[in-house]
């Protein structure tokens, strides 16, 4: 077996003391660069993260009628019209443009998506970072509040949740926001053990420089690989679980999402009928949002486990 640092072990971010006090824009610059000039998958993966944002952004623009708009013809509704010229994925039972709904469907995905990815990865860190510096009662206490969320199922809590809350998408970031930063905050924590212990850290110590300073400019710019990786793949959960709340009936009823097209597919039997151009494009949609984020975890993943590249 070949020798040298075990997967579990990211050597890549052990810092070394000119680059430890690296301000966090620069650290986020120099990683991200990178991570996109080395992984080619990663730069597909935030290609198809950029499309369907400017998507989102310029819906209005994109999309021939309103997510919900009922279309009509001397007072009849268009529906289950199959595609064509006037409409490119046909319609809806309800005469809806399908082609509109799934434009209009990036918008709370990629806001569901990127608003997990930042409260997973800064809850997470910052739990690890704490836990990993302090040690002790601190330690023990947020690792065991961790132990309590690897003991909770994911998506029966996100059920319960909504049904003790109002139907919204929001709640499907706040589930991941409460129990998902358990995966990240253990890793960080191990990482944290073992930059704590370099002679930069205990420079800083003896000039006299605060814990939160020691923390926050010292000790955080070198884990931000590992911030970054488990975001990224926060993306791709939050995405596909919103896609199975609202699968499920628990989604908002008010917001259009791909979870809400299929729901609304399902429901009405398109597969039966042979509506493919109903349920497959959400369906697609889907698959490459949370592909991408798997693609650019991967890249982190090769800059944080060298031997990854050699495999």
């Given at each position: 077996?070949?020798?040298?640092?075990?997967?579990?072990?990211?050597?890549?971010?052990?810092?070394?003391?000119?680059?430890?006090g690296?301000?966090?824009?620069?650290?986020?610059?120099?990683?991200n660069?990178?991570?996109?000039?080395?992984?080619?998958?990663?730069?597909?993966?935030?290609?198809?993260?950029?499309?369907?944002?400017?998507?989102?952004?310029?819906a209005?623009?994109?999309?021939?009628?309103?997510?919900?708009?009922?279309?009509?013809?001397?007072?009849?509704?268009?529906?289950?019209?199959?595609?064509?010229?006037?409409?490119?994925?046909?319609?809806?039972?309800?005469?809806?443009?399908?082609?509109?709904?799934l434009?209009?469907?990036?918008r709370?995905?990629?806001?569901?998506?990127?608003?997990?990815?930042?409260?997973?990865?800064?809850?997470?860190?910052?739990?690890?970072?704490?836990?990993?510096?302090?040690?002790?009662?601190?330690d023990?206490?947020?690792m065991?509040?961790?132990?309590?969320a690897f003991?909770?199922?994911f998506?029966?809590?996100?059920?319960?949740?909504?049904?003790?809350?109002?139907?919204?998408?929001?709640?499907?970031v706040?589930?991941m926001?409460?129990?998902l930063?358990?995966?990240?905050?253990?890793?960080i924590?191990?990482?944290?053990?073992?930059?704590?212990?370099?002679?930069?850290?205990?420079?800083?110590?003896?000039?006299?420089?605060?814990?939160?300073?020691?923390?926050?400019?010292?000790?955080a710019?070198?884990i931000?690989?590992?911030?970054?990786?488990?975001?990224?793949?926060?993306?791709?959960?939050?995405?596909?679980?919103?896609a199975?709340?609202?699968?499920?009936?628990?989604?908002?009823?008010?917001?259009?999402?791909?979870?809400?097209?299929?729901?609304d597919?399902?429901?009405s039997?398109a597969?039966?009928?042979?509506a493919?151009?109903?349920?497959?494009?959400p369906?697609?949609?889907?698959?490459?949002?949370?592909?991408?984020?798997?693609?650019?975890?991967?890249?982190?993943?090769?800059?944080?486990?060298?031997?990854?590249r050699?495999?």
């Amino acid at each position: 077996m070949e020798t040298g640092t075990p997967l579990d072990q990211p050597a890549a971010l052990v810092p070394v003391p000119g680059a430890a006090g690296g301000t966090w824009l620069g650290q986020f610059v120099r990683t991200n660069f990178e991570v996109f000039q080395r992984d080619f998958l990663a730069l597909i993966g935030l290609i198809i993260l950029l499309f369907f944002l400017v998507v989102a952004i310029l819906a209005p623009l994109i999309a021939p009628y309103g997510p919900t708009e009922v279309i009509e013809e001397d007072g009849i509704w268009l529906s289950n019209k199959r595609p064509s010229d006037q409409f490119i994925l046909g319609t809806t039972n309800l005469g809806r443009d399908i082609f509109s709904q799934l434009v209009y469907g990036a918008r709370p995905a990629l806001l569901v998506g990127f608003s997990a990815a930042v409260a997973v990865s800064l809850i997470g860190t910052l739990v690890g970072l704490l836990a990993g510096y302090f040690g002790g009662w601190v330690d023990a206490l947020l690792m065991r509040l961790a132990d309590i969320a690897f003991g909770i199922p994911f998506l029966p809590f996100i059920i319960v949740l909504s049904a003790f809350l109002d139907p919204s998408i929001w709640n499907v970031v706040l589930a991941m926001a409460a129990l998902l930063w358990r995966d990240s905050s253990r890793v960080i924590r191990a990482q944290v053990l073992v930059i704590r212990e370099q002679a930069f850290v205990s420079a800083a110590r003896v000039s006299g420089a605060s814990h939160l300073r020691i923390v926050f400019l010292y000790i955080a710019p070198s884990i931000l690989p590992l911030s970054f990786l488990y975001g990224s793949l926060a993306i791709g959960w939050a995405i596909l679980t919103e896609a199975s709340v609202s699968f499920l009936g628990f989604g908002d009823p008010n917001v259009v999402s791909w979870g809400y097209m299929l729901q609304d597919a399902f429901l009405s039997q398109a597969m039966s009928r042979g509506a493919f151009y109903w349920f497959i494009p959400p369906g697609v949609c889907i698959m490459l949002t949370v592909m991408a984020g798997f693609f650019i975890g991967r890249g982190y993943e090769e800059i944080l486990f060298p031997r990854l590249r050699r495999q």
